[in-house]
Nanobody, 115 residues
Protein backbone atom coordinates (compact mmCIF):
# COMPACT_ATOMS: atom_id res chain seq x y z
CA UNK A 1 0.00 0.00 0.00
CA UNK A 2 1.29 3.44 -0.95
CA UNK A 3 0.41 6.66 0.81
CA UNK A 4 0.99 10.08 -0.71
CA UNK A 5 0.92 13.17 1.49
CA UNK A 6 0.88 16.63 -0.05
CA UNK A 7 1.77 19.86 1.72
CA UNK A 8 2.71 23.44 0.99
CA UNK A 9 -0.58 24.89 -0.17
CA UNK A 10 -2.00 28.15 1.06
CA UNK A 11 -3.22 31.61 0.18
CA UNK A 12 -1.00 33.69 -2.07
CA UNK A 13 -1.42 36.93 -3.99
CA UNK A 14 -1.36 36.98 -7.79
CA UNK A 15 2.22 36.93 -9.01
CA UNK A 16 3.38 35.09 -5.93
CA UNK A 17 5.02 31.69 -5.51
CA UNK A 18 4.44 28.47 -3.63
CA UNK A 19 6.25 25.14 -3.48
CA UNK A 20 4.21 22.01 -3.03
CA UNK A 21 5.65 18.77 -1.71
CA UNK A 22 4.39 15.21 -1.95
CA UNK A 23 5.97 12.52 0.20
CA UNK A 24 5.40 8.91 -0.80
CA UNK A 25 5.55 5.84 1.38
CA UNK A 26 6.62 2.52 -0.04
CA UNK A 27 9.79 1.25 -1.60
CA UNK A 28 11.47 1.86 -4.92
CA UNK A 29 10.13 5.41 -5.24
CA UNK A 30 12.83 6.25 -7.78
CA UNK A 31 11.57 3.86 -10.44
CA UNK A 32 8.07 5.32 -10.68
CA UNK A 33 6.87 8.32 -12.60
CA UNK A 34 5.04 10.93 -10.57
CA UNK A 35 2.52 13.57 -11.55
CA UNK A 36 0.67 16.57 -10.21
CA UNK A 37 -3.00 17.21 -10.96
CA UNK A 38 -5.39 19.91 -9.84
CA UNK A 39 -9.11 20.39 -9.50
CA UNK A 40 -10.52 23.89 -9.43
CA UNK A 41 -14.01 24.88 -8.25
CA UNK A 42 -16.59 23.34 -10.56
CA UNK A 43 -13.93 21.79 -12.78
CA UNK A 44 -12.77 18.29 -13.52
CA UNK A 45 -9.42 17.15 -12.25
CA UNK A 46 -6.72 18.05 -14.76
CA UNK A 47 -3.13 17.03 -15.28
CA UNK A 48 -0.57 19.73 -14.48
CA UNK A 49 2.90 18.21 -14.74
CA UNK A 50 4.70 14.88 -14.79
CA UNK A 51 8.20 13.61 -14.13
CA UNK A 52 9.59 10.27 -15.21
CA UNK A 53 11.91 8.00 -13.27
CA UNK A 54 14.81 9.43 -15.28
CA UNK A 55 13.81 13.01 -14.51
CA UNK A 56 12.20 13.95 -17.82
CA UNK A 57 9.43 16.47 -17.31
CA UNK A 58 6.25 17.53 -19.09
CA UNK A 59 3.81 20.35 -18.42
CA UNK A 60 0.32 21.41 -19.32
CA UNK A 61 0.34 24.42 -21.61
CA UNK A 62 -1.43 26.49 -18.97
CA UNK A 63 1.51 26.22 -16.55
CA UNK A 64 4.49 25.87 -18.89
CA UNK A 65 7.19 28.38 -18.04
CA UNK A 66 5.71 29.09 -14.60
CA UNK A 67 5.71 25.73 -12.82
CA UNK A 68 8.59 23.32 -12.29
CA UNK A 69 8.26 19.70 -11.21
CA UNK A 70 11.23 17.96 -9.60
CA UNK A 71 11.96 14.96 -7.44
CA UNK A 72 14.28 14.02 -4.59
CA UNK A 73 14.45 10.25 -4.65
CA UNK A 74 16.44 10.03 -1.43
CA UNK A 75 13.51 11.71 0.31
CA UNK A 76 10.74 9.90 -1.60
CA UNK A 77 9.46 13.36 -2.49
CA UNK A 78 8.18 15.13 -5.58
CA UNK A 79 7.89 18.92 -5.69
CA UNK A 80 5.94 21.46 -7.67
CA UNK A 81 7.45 24.95 -7.69
CA UNK A 82 4.77 27.40 -8.77
CA UNK A 83 5.75 30.93 -9.78
CA UNK A 84 3.82 33.84 -11.26
CA UNK A 85 0.62 32.42 -9.84
CA UNK A 86 -2.70 33.52 -11.29
CA UNK A 87 -6.23 33.42 -9.83
CA UNK A 88 -7.05 30.65 -12.30
CA UNK A 89 -4.43 28.45 -10.62
CA UNK A 90 -6.72 28.25 -7.60
CA UNK A 91 -7.43 24.57 -7.02
CA UNK A 92 -6.81 21.56 -4.86
CA UNK A 93 -3.51 20.06 -6.00
CA UNK A 94 -2.98 16.30 -5.91
CA UNK A 95 0.02 14.10 -6.57
CA UNK A 96 -0.35 10.75 -8.26
CA UNK A 97 1.68 7.60 -8.59
CA UNK A 98 0.91 4.58 -10.74
CA UNK A 99 2.46 1.38 -9.48
CA UNK A 100 1.89 -2.23 -10.53
CA UNK A 101 -1.35 -1.42 -12.29
CA UNK A 102 -2.80 0.63 -9.45
CA UNK A 103 -3.21 4.38 -9.15
CA UNK A 104 -2.52 6.17 -5.89
CA UNK A 105 -3.61 9.70 -5.00
CA UNK A 106 -2.83 11.95 -2.11
CA UNK A 107 -5.47 13.81 -0.15
CA UNK A 108 -4.69 17.11 -1.87
CA UNK A 109 -3.53 20.53 -0.75
CA UNK A 110 -5.50 23.72 -1.36
CA UNK A 111 -3.91 26.56 -3.30
CA UNK A 112 -5.80 29.85 -3.40
CA UNK A 113 -4.54 32.76 -5.47
CA UNK A 114 -6.32 35.95 -4.54
CA UNK A 115 -5.65 39.55 -3.62
Amino acid sequence: QVQLVESGGGLVQPGGSLRLSCVASGTFFSIYAMAWYRQGPGNQREWVAGISSSGSTNYADSVKGRFTISRANAKNTVYLQMNSLKPEDTAVYYCKQERSGRTYWGQGTQVTVSS
